[in-house]
């Protein structure tokens, strides 16, 4: 089955900037749609950012748009987010998912294949 691993997160402050990502194994990328979550502590895991499997279609959530980029590299297997100007609000845990489809969007029960997560926090 289809193995998905982020990496990339860690502290940083307020303004900073980081750069996930989010290696599959298992299947080729070139036919999965890709999303990222999130999810801070008390709340609701939220769609940030989504990547249809041609790659020329992106949605980013309200939130963080003008403010991260998301692209995939299908020859190395990886999609990145690249996150700039970075809020407190933007804590959490995000997640990378995947769906054998064109298009997925930002609603999690689209997704069939997900990571384990990886911490972002923003503070000073």
């Known amino acids: 089955q289809v193995q998905l691993v982020e990496t990339g997160g860690g502290l940083v402050q307020p303004g900073g900037s980081l750069r996930l990502s989010c290696t599959f194994s298992?299947?080729?990328?070139?036919?999965?749609?890709i999303a990222w979550f999130r999810q801070a502590p008390g709340k609701e895991r939220e769609g940030v950012s989504c990547?249809?499997?041609?790659?020329?279609?992106?949605l980013y959530a309200d939130s963080v748009k003008g403010r991260f980029t998301m692209s995939r590299d299908n020859a190395k297997n990886t999609v990145y987010l690249q996150m700039n100007s970075l809020k407190p609000e933007d804590t959490a845990v995000y997640y990378c998912?995947?769906?054998?489809?064109?298009?997925?969007?930002?609603?999690?029960?689209?997704?069939?294949?997900w990571g384990q997560g990886t911490q972002v926090t923003v503070s000073s």
């Open positions: 298992g299947f080729t990328l070139d036919y999965l749609a």
């Open positions: 990547i249809g499997s041609v790659g020329t279609r992106i």
């Open positions: 998912a995947g769906v054998y489809a064109q298009w997925g969007g930002l609603v999690r029960g689209q997704y069939d294949y």
